[in-house]
Each structure stands twice: as structure tokens, then as C-alpha cells.
């Protein structure tokens, strides 16, 4: 018996949102995977065709950055899928940039798919949960917006949006029988630090130890999800270190992120980098 009719999920083409796509395959009737890489969308689509008998598979494309494209997207989901059960906000881009140097297009791009894309969706498709009376939630935020890390204050920022976003959408859904639920991943494999510029990690994120597969990431997101939870960080270490983050006072956060950027400001003035 499969839990849910119809998932959309934002970001399906790569990483932890192609993950969830397959755990989510397993438990869905429809499947709506949405991105801009349609060729990836297609293969990932034929992927969970030749797994699960019986999973419709829309895959639709769509850049998120564009208010514009959302509201095409949202025409063809309510064409081609009905009504959506559970909504899947994982799309998302980072950067590494002091914000002084950062390009504007970029921190745009930022803003629109992490924090009005988020809303955006949410808003279309949440009405028509409460009304039915099920449905849910699952917002992809990142350990980044619940402390301060340097050289990303956009990212930070869109995180600290998809913390507060979800935290009082809960509060608003309760007793509707909507559940919203989430994450907050530290890092993990995929192509978002190469796309970001931040390889190897973003400055001041946790190190390599506690790195995760998007595999993993993605159950634990799924599991926290069915649980009702209100935050999930998924992997061991990670977890016990977010736990543990009320214990150091912002005020040592504050200096640690600033002795780092300072850091890579002194570096690119050597490097002779004068920004955007
Ligand atoms: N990886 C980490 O270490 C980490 C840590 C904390 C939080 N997160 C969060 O996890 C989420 C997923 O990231 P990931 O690690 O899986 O990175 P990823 O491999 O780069 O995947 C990002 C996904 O977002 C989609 N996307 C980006 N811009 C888009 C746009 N304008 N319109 C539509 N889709 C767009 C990409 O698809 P197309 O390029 O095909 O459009 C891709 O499917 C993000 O919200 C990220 O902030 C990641």
C-alpha cells in the first residue's frame, strides 16, 4: 500500500533531491520531479519506472530562479498530476563570496530558487492540503541557517528564510493534518560545493569527517518526515554536534566567522582579486 498520491520534488536532477526521488518512489502513487536539466529528470524518471510497477513519473522542467516559470510549472503540475499530497522544496544554490565581492546575478539566483521559489510553492500548493486535511511539508534548510558561516551570507540568509519558513508553518498548519517538516544537512556529496565555488567545503561549515552520502541524507530526511519531526539533521556525528550548537554563544560564532573571512579577504588581496 503506497503512503502517499502525489510528491513534487524541486531539484530532482542531482543529489539529495534525486535521492529522495527514489525513496520517495517507493511509497508514492505519482511522482512530479521537477529541475532545469530535463536530460537528467528523464533518466532518473526511467530509473523509477524499472523499479516500482505502477509509479507515475512526471518529469517536468522548470527554472526556479523565475517567478514567471514557477507559475507555468504550477499550470502543468495541476494539468498533469492533480492535486499534490506532499511538497518537496529541495532545490537550492550556495555561493562562496564576501558579500561586498559577491556578483549580484549570482546572490539574485540565490534568493529567488532557496527563498521565493520556496514560498512561492508552498503558497500554491499548502491551501489545497489544509482543505483536503493531509498532506506535508519537506523543506530542504542546511545547518547554515542556524548559526552564522562566512563568505555566503546570502546562502546563510536564504537558510535562516527556510528556518524561520518552517518553523512558523508548523505552527500555522497544526491540527489541519498538514505536517511540515526540516532539514538541516551539514556537508554532503553532490555537485553543490563545485557549483557553489566552495570545493572541499563551505568556509566554516563542519570538516570532512562529518560528511555524508546524498543516500543517507535523503532516508534520514524521509524517515524524520514520516516521524512528524519538526528538524531532521541527518548522520550520527552531525547530529551530536547540532545538539550540542545552543552551548556556544553567538558572540564566539560571531568571531570565529569573522577571524575566517577576514582570512580569505587578506588571501584574495594577495591574490590580487578585487571582486565583482
Ligand atoms: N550538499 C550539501 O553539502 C548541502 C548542505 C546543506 C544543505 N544543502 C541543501 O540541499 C539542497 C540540495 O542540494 P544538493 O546538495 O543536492 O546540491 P546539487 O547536487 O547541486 O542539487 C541541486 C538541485 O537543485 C536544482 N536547482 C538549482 N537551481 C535551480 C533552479 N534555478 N531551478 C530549478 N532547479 C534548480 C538543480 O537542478 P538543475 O541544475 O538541473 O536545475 C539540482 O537538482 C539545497 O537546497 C542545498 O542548499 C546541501
Redesign the pocket.
Known amino acids: 500500500m503506497k503512503k502517499y498520491g502525489t510528491v513534487l520534488i524541486?531539484?530532482?536532477?542531482?543529489?539529495?533531491?534525486?535521492e529522495l526521488a527514489l525513496e520517495f518512489g517507493a511509497r508514492s502513487e505519482t511522482l512530479a520531479i521537477?529541475?532545469?536539466?530535463l536530460d537528467?529528470?528523464e533518466k532518473l524518471r526511467a530509473e523509477l519506472l524499472a523499479r516500482h510497477a505502477g509509479l507515475k513519473v512526471i518529469a517536468l522542467a522548470?527554472?526556479?530562479?523565475e517567478e514567471r516559470e514557477i507559475e507555468r510549472l504550477l499550470g502543468r503540475v495541476a494539468e498533469q498530476a492533480g492535486h499534490i499530497d506532499v511538497l518537496v522544496n529541495?532545490?537550492?544554490?550556495?555561493d562562496a563570496a564576501l558579500f561586498d565581492r559577491a556578483e549580484w546575478a549570482r546572490t539574485r539566483?540565490i534568493l529567488?530558487?532557496?527563498v521565493i521559489?520556496v514560498a512561492q510553492l508552498t503558497a500554491a500548493l499548502v491551501p489545497g492540503m489544509a482543505k483536503r486535511g493531509r498532506g506535508g511539508v519537506l523543506n530542504?534548510?542546511?545547518?547554515?541557517g542556524l548559526t552564522v558561516l562566512p563568505n555566503a551570507a546570502a546562502?546563510v540568509a536564504s537558510?535562516h528564510f527556510v528556518a524561520g519558513f518552517s518553523e512558523a508553518l508548523r505552527a500555522d498548519l497544526a491540527g489541519t493534518g498538514v505536517t511540515v517538516t526540516q532539514v538541516?544537512?551539514?556537508?554532503?556529496?553532490?555537485?553543490?560545493?563545485e557549483?557553489a565555488g566552495s570545493v572541499g567545503?563551505?568556509a566554516g561549515a563542519p570538516p570532512k569527517f562529518f560528511r555524508i552520502s546524498?543516500a543517507r541524507c535523503a532516508r534520514e530526511a524521509v524517515a524524520g518526515f514520516e516521524h512528524g519531526s519538526a528538524v531532521v539533521y541527518p548522520g550520527r556525528a552531525y547530529r551530536f554536534v547540532m545538539r550540542m550548537l545552543p552551548l556556544f554563544p553567538m558572540w564566539l560564532r560571531r568571531r570565529q566567522a569573522a577571524s575566517i573571512a577576514a582570512r580569505v579577504r587578506g588571501a584574495q588581496m594577495r591574490d590580487g582579486r578585487s571582486g565583482a
Open positions: 524541486t531539484g530532482a536532477s542531482s543529489g539529495i533531491g534525486r521537477v529541475a532545469r536539466r537528467r529528470l522548470a527554472d526556479l530562479s529541495n532545490a537550492g544554490v550556495g539566483q529567488h530558487t532557496n521559489a530542504i534548510g542546511s545547518g547554515a546562502y537558510k538541516c544537512p551539514g556537508p554532503v556529496d553532490s555537485e553543490f560545493d557549483l567545503g563551505m546524498a
